[in-house]
C-alpha cells in the first residue's frame, strides 16, 4: 500500500538545464498537487492537476514552469533553464478528490517525501 | 496573496504543558481546515482536521477549534511532548480543493 512517491529524492541541475519531477500518487488518486518550499519560508501551492486536466496552476511561475499528468504514468512538473532562485524542495501531495459541490468539504492530501532540487 | 497565515514562526513548551498554535485566514470559501506536521527532510503528514460546519474536533492529545467569524483556528496539544517538535502547518482548502497553507510554526517541546 504505497504512499506517493517522487523522484529524485535529490537532484542538482546547473544553471539553465532543466529540471524533471516525478510524482507517482497513491493507487487509487486521481488528484495531484504540487508546492515549493522555499528556504526558510512555508509550503506555497503550485498547481492542481486531475488526469489529464490542469485545473489551478494560480501558483505556477508564468515561464519556464510547466506540469502535467497524464492518463498513464506520474505526474511531472517540469522547469525549464533552471536558475538559482528556483532551488527548493517540491513536494507533491495527492487526494481521492471530490465533487465539486459546496455541501462536500474536500478531503485530506498525503504527501511525498519531496525532491530537494540545488541549482548551481 | 497569503489567504492563510501563521504569526507565529517558532513556539517553545515545556514537555507536560499545553502548546497552542494559531492560524488565521481570509478567504471565506475555505470549508476545510487541515493541520500538518513536518519533519526536516521528510513530506508533511496529515495530523488532524475540522469541517466548517463544526467548531471543534478532538484526537487524542490533539484538538483544533475553528472559528468562523474570527477566521480563526488553532490546534492544541496536551500534554506536549519532545516528539511533538516539529514544524506545523495550517491549511485551508475550499470546495475545489485547492489548499492553501500557512508559513508553519516551529515547535520546540523541551523536557
Known amino acids: 500500500n504505497a504512499g506517493v512517491m517522487q523522484n529524485p529524492r535529490h537532484l542538482v541541475r546547473r544553471r539553465g538545464q532543466e529540471a524533471r519531477l516525478r510524482c507517482s500518487p497513491v493507487k487509487g488518486h486521481s488528484h495531484v498537487y504540487w508546492y515549493r518550499q522555499l528556504p526558510e519560508e512555508g509550503l506555497k501551492f503550485m498547481v492542481y492537476l486531475q488526469k489529464e486536466n490542469i485545473i489551478d496552476e494560480s501558483g505556477m511561475p508564468k515561464e519556464r514552469f510547466s506540469a502535467e499528468f497524464p492518463k498513464e504514468g506520474p505526474s511531472i512538473l517540469r522547469i525549464q533553464q533552471v536558475v538559482r532562485g528556483d532551488s527548493a524542495a517540491y513536494f507533491c501531495a495527492s487526494s481521492r478528490g471530490q465533487g465539486v459541490l459546496l455541501s462536500i468539504p474536500s478531503d485530506e492530501q498525503f504527501f511525498g517525501p519531496g525532491t530537494r532540487l540545488t541549482v548551481l | 496573496d497569503q489567504q492563510v497565515k501563521q504569526n507565529s514562526p517558532s513556539l517553545s513548551v515545556q514537555e507536560g504543558r499545553i502548546s497552542i498554535l494559531n492560524c488565521d485566514y481570509t478567504n471565506s470559501m475555505f470549508d476545510y481546515f487541515l493541520w500538518y506536521k513536518k519533519y526536516p527532510a521528510e513530506g508533511p503528514t496529515f495530523l488532524i482536521s475540522?469541517?466548517?460546519?463544526?467548531d471543534k474536533n478532538e484526537d487524542g492529545r490533539f484538538t483544533v477549534f475553528l472559528n468562523k467569524s474570527a477566521k480563526h483556528l488553532s490546534l492544541h496539544i496536551v500534554p506536549s511532548q519532545p516528539g511533538d517538535s516539529a514544524v506545523y502547518f495550517c491549511a485551508a482548502s475550499a470546495f475545489n480543493n485547492d489548499m492553501r497553507f500557512g508559513a508553519g510554526t516551529r515547535l520546540t517541546v523541551k523536557p
Open positions: 475540522i469541517s466548517s460546519i463544526k
